[in-house]
């Protein structure tokens, strides 16, 4: 059973993008509005605050999964900075949103960052990722509602994390069938707490209208796919019934403002689907997030004297 917690915080609420560009609009009374046909410069953080995916910086793009946080991001704070992903290191930059621009201070000094090893070309691209934002670089809305940034001959645009996630829903044939459940975190006080749910031995069974966990399909919930992602409760059972019919699930095991027995809350909770990868999608409800796989699960075994390590299953 693997216990772990992660500090920071996870998206509890997805502002939600734009979509196709459009020249028109509906005001609450029906009437057409003009939608600006030219780019807006950003001039408050209040228009950009949040999550934002890299759909490409330099011609380069990467994956486009969210978990519910991007793959890789530029995340801007509210009272001033951007925390940033490209690779798989993150890092930040100090700076204000003014002016049309991301305005880093003169004199600032370097910001902390994680020191994984990615390997060459992937530490220089996402090293000058990090460099990109201290050049002050220009910002401005497209009419699609994505987000331009230039610096001298570099070029970066943004996706809303919502628009990203419409945009890379799997259909319910992907969905259908047993998913193995790898985690359980809950955002709770500022970070998020997790479970390990490699030794769950139920499956989460997604149907074309049902949910349910192996070994206790009497306690099925009743579901619609929704175009916004959401495999809706439409009846069937509730959180209380599912723990009633599976009981503890993993004897129990629980850490201190966690439980594995939250799993049910996922299910009957109508929650938001994302592909979180290849063969893995992330489910969440309120504060809860819940990541599936089909991939096997496998764990790092080492002999006594270290000397030889292999794969086995868990």
């Known amino acids: 059973m693997k216990l772990f917690m992660i500090s920071g915080s996870i998206v509890a609420g997805l502002l939600a993008g734009c979509g196709t560009a ?18 807006i410069p950003v001039t408050n953080v209040t228009q950009v ?32 900075g951007v925390g940033l992903r490209l690779e798989c290191n993150s890092s930040g930059a100090a700076g204000k949103v003014a002016d049309g621009r991301f305005n880093h201070p003169k004199g600032a000094g370097p910001q902390p960052q994680t020191v994984m090893s990615c390997g060459s070309e992937k530490n220089e ?3 000058t990722y990090f460099a990109f934002f201290r050049k002050s670089p220009t910002m401005e809305i497209r009419p699609d509602g994505r987000l331009l940034m230039r610096a001298a001959d570099s070029e970066l645009l943004l996706a809303r994390v919502e628009e990203v996630r419409l945009q890379t829903l ?22 998020t707490r997790g479970i390990g749910l ?35 409760r439409t009846g069937g059972a509730d959180a209380a019934e599912i723990r009633n019919a599976c009981g503890e699930l993993m004897g129990g095991h629980s850490m201190p403002g966690l439980s594995s027995t939250e799993l049910a809350d996922i299910l009957a909770g109508s929650p938001t689907i994302y592909r979180s990868g290849k063969d893995r999608i992330t489910m969440t409800s309120a504060n809860l ?12 075994n080492q002999s006594d004297d270290h000397s030889r390590i292999w794969e086995e299953p868990c």
């Not at 910086?57 to 969210?66: I, R, S, T, W």
């Not at 799997?170 to 970070?191: C, S």
Request: glycine share 10%; hydrophobic share 35%.
């Open 49 to 80: 605050q949040g999550d934002w995916q890299v759909l490409s910086f330099d011609g380069y793009e990467p994956p486009l999964y969210v978990h519910p946080q991007p793959y890789a991001f530029a995340s801007f704070a509210f009272n001033g």
């Open 22 to 39: 459009d020249t028109t609009a509906s005001s609450p009374a029906g009437t057409p509005v003009a939608v600006p046909e030219d780019p």
């Open 289 to 300: 997030v819940l990541d599936l796989t089909r991939e096997p699960c496998v764990m790092l």
């Open 198 to 232: 490699s030794e769950l031995a139920q499956r989460v069974v997604i149907g074309e209208t049902s949910l349910a966990l192996s070994g206790c399909d009497e306690a099925s919930v009743e579901t619609r796919y929704t175009e916004d992602g959401r495999l809706e």
């Open 125 to 127: 691209r996402e090293a």
């Open 170 to 191: 799997p259909t319910m044939n992907e969905m259908a069938g047993p998913w193995r459940a790898e985690g359980l975190m809950k955002a709770q006080d500022g970070g």
